[in-house]
C-alpha cells in the first residue's frame, strides 16, 4: 500500500472513530439518564422539561391559573383580550383553548399546528412542561388543564419561542452534521494534497533519479523541493545527493585509476624492455661468440651486469611505488630533529658517493612528526635526482637547508643542474615520468623518484613542489608542520 494511500485510511479512520466514540458516549449517558436513546428531539424536550420558568413565565401563568380556578368562565369574555394581550407584550405566546376548539391564540402562532400538537388534557395536572412544534417551530410551554362551569374541559398554555443552541440543533442538526462531513473531507482532502505536494511527489522523483542513476545516468540531480516539504523528506534528498556525488566522485577515481593502471602497465612494459631487451642482446653475442676477445667478453658481461641493476633498482622502486599506492606501507612516525636527521642522511649518502658535496644549512633546532626510513628514502631520491641531472663540465652543487616558518618548517634541497622547462614541471611527480625527451633511459632513472617522494611527503601529511629554471638548477620544496 502506497503512502499516499495509508495516509488518506489513516484521516477517514480518524474522522469516523472519533465521531462514533462522541456520538456513543452520549447515547450511553443520556440513556444511563432516561431509560432510551436520545434523538435530537428528545434531547430537547428533556432539556427544556427540566429548565427553570423565567419570571414572566411564571407570573403569566399564575394569573390564568388563578383565573382558571376560581372563575374560568371568565377566560371566555370578551374583556379578557386585553388582559392576554398585556401578557403576550413581554414576548409570550398564549392560547385557550375548550375541549377541541381553540378559543384564543397569540397572532404569532398557527392554529391548525395548536390542534394537531396540542398537549393531551391532564386532569391531575402532573405533566405541565414540555414542548411543542408550531409549524416547524419548537416552543417550550407550561399547561393548566381545567373544567369550565359547564363541565367542559379547557386548557390554559403560556409559550414561550426557543432560540436556544438545542433548539437550533434540533431544526438543522442534520444540516449541521452534513456541513461538519463535508468540510472534514475537504480538510481531508487538502491535507492529502499537500502531504502528496510535500512528501509524495519528492519521493516519487527521487524514485525516478534512482531508477536514472540504476541505468548509469549519473547526471541526473536531486530535484528543488517546494519551500513547505516534510523536514525528512529534505534530509533524505540531501543524504541522496551527497551519496550520488560521493558515488559520482567514486566513478570518476575509479576511472582515474583504471586510467592509471593503464599507463602504469604501458610504462612498465617500457621500462621493463629496454633493459632485459640489452640483457638478451649481450647474452647472445656471448652464445654466438660475436665477443671473441676477453677484454670484449668482460665489456659484454660488465653491460649485462649495469642493466641487471638497472633492472633490479627499477622493481624495488615499482614495487615500493605499488605499496604506497595501495597504503599497504606502514609509517612510524616519531618526534625528529629535523638538522640531525638530515646531517645523518647526507653523511650516510656522502659514504656510498664521496665525489658528491652537499651543504647542510639550517639556523636553530626545529622538530617533526617523521617516519625515518621513508624520509631518508624520500631525500635520498631528491639527491639521486640531482645527480643524474647535473650539467656536464660543471661542477654540481647541491644545498639542503632548514627555513623554519611560524606552524610549519621548510625543507630545501637545491641544485644547479640542468633545471626542468616550465612546460614539463606540472608533470615531475607524475610516474614513469622523465624530463628527457622519448623517454630514454640514458640517466639510469626509473621515472618513479619523485612519484615515491610525493607519496611519502603526503603521508607526513605534508606538501611537496618544485622550481626550476632550465640550464640554472633545480629546487624541490617539503612543508611539513612542526612538532
Not at 202 to 222: F, K, N, T, V
Not at 328 to 354: G, K
Not at 364 to 377: G, K, L, P, S, T
Not at 406 to 428: A, C, M, T
Amino acid at each position: 500500500m502506497t503512502i499516499k494511500n495509508r495516509f488518506l485510511i489513516s484521516y477517514i479512520g480518524g474522522i469516523f472513530i472519533a465521531s462514533v466514540s462522541i456520538l456513543m458516549i452520549l447515547c450511553i449517558a443520556f440513556y444511563v439518564t432516561t431509560g432510551f436513546v436520545p434523538t435530537p428531539k428528545t434531547l430537547y424536550e428533556s432539556f427544556t422539561k427540566q429548565r427553570s420558568l423565567s419570571p414572566e413565565e411564571e407570573l403569566a401563568y399564575v394569573e390564568l391559573r388563578d383565573i382558571a380556578k376560581s372563575t374560568p368562565d371568565q377566560l371566555l369574555e370578551e374583556d379578557m383580550r386585553n388582559k392576554l394581550q398585556q401578557l403576550e407584550h413581554q414576548s409570550l405566546g398564549l392560547v385557550i383553548r375548550k375541549e377541541e376548539d381553540i378559543l384564543y391564540y397569540s397572532e404569532e402562532l398557527v392554529e391548525r399546528s395548536l390542534i394537531v400538537h396540542f398537549p393531551d388534557f391532564d386532569t391531575n395536572n402532573i405533566e405541565t412542561k414540555g414542548t411543542v412544534d408550531n409549524a416547524g417551530r419548537m416552543y417550550r410551554y407550561i399547561k393548566f388543564d381545567f373544567y369550565y362551569s359547564d363541565q367542559t374541559k379547557g386548557s390554559i398554555l403560556v409559550l414561550k419561542k426557543e432560540n436556544s443552541f438545542l433548539e437550533f440543533l434540533t431544526r438543522w442538526g442534520m444540516l449541521i452534521i452534513l456541513i461538519i462531513m463535508i468540510v472534514s473531507v475537504a480538510v481531508m482532502l487538502f491535507l492529502n494534497h499537500q502531504i502528496r505536494k510535500s512528501i509524495i511527489k519528492p519521493i516519487e522523483r527521487l524514485g525516478q533519479i534512482m531508477s536514472s542513476i540504476r541505468d548509469s545516468d549519473m547526471m541526473m540531480q536531486a530535484p528543488t523541493l517546494p519551500e513547505n516539504t516534510a523536514k525528512e523528506v529534505q534530509q533524505l534528498t540531501a543524504n541522496f545527493e551527497r551519496m550520488r556525488e560521493a558515488l559520482l566522485a567514486s566513478i570518476e577515481e575509479k576511472q582515474n585509476l583504471e586510467n592509471n593502471r593503464k599507463d602504469l602497465v604501458a610504462s612498465i612494459s617500457h621500462d621493463l624492455k629496454t633493459p632485459i631487451t640489452s640483457i638478451i642482446g649481450y647474452v647472445e653475442g656471448l652464445q654466438e661468440g660475436v665477443a671473441e676477445t676477453p677484454e670484449r667478453q668482460e665489456k659484454y658481461l660488465k653491460t649485462i651486469h649495469s642493466k641487471s641493476l638497472a633492472l633490479n633498482h627499477l622493481i624495488e622502486e615499482l614495487f615500493l611505488y605499488s605499496k604506497l599506492d595501495a597504503e599497504s606501507v606502514p609509517f612510524r612516525f616519531e618526534r625528529t630533529s629535523l638538522p640531525d636527521f638530515l646531517a645523518h642522511v647526507v653523511e650516510e649518502f656522502q659514504l656510498s658517493n664521496r665525489q658528491v658535496h652537499i651543504n647542510l644549512q639550517f639556523s636553530e633546532e626545529v622538530y617533526a612528526q617523521v617516519d625515518r626510513m621513508h624520509m631518508n628514502r624520500a631525500i635520498t631520491n631528491l639527491i639521486e635526482n640531482s645527480i643524474k641531472f647535473q650539467k656536464e663540465k660543471v661542477p654540481l652543487a647541491i644545498v639542503v637547508e632548514v627555513i623554519v616558518l611560524h606552524r610549519f618548517v621548510q625543507l630545501n634541497v637545491k641544485d644547479n643542474g640542468q633545471g626542468i622547462s616550465e612546460e614539463k614541471l606540472p608533470y615531475v611527480f607524475d610516474h614513469f615520468y622523465r624530463g628527457e625527451e622519448a623517454r630514454t633511459s640514458t640517466t639510469g632513472g626509473s621515472g618513479l623518484g619523485l612519484a615515491i617522494v610525493k607519496q611519502i611527503v603526503e603521508k607526513h601529511k605534508g606538501q611537496v613542489k618544485v622550481q626550476s629554471t632550465l640550464n640554472v638548477g633545480t629546487t624541490v620544496t617539503i612543508v611539513l608542520e612542526k612538532s
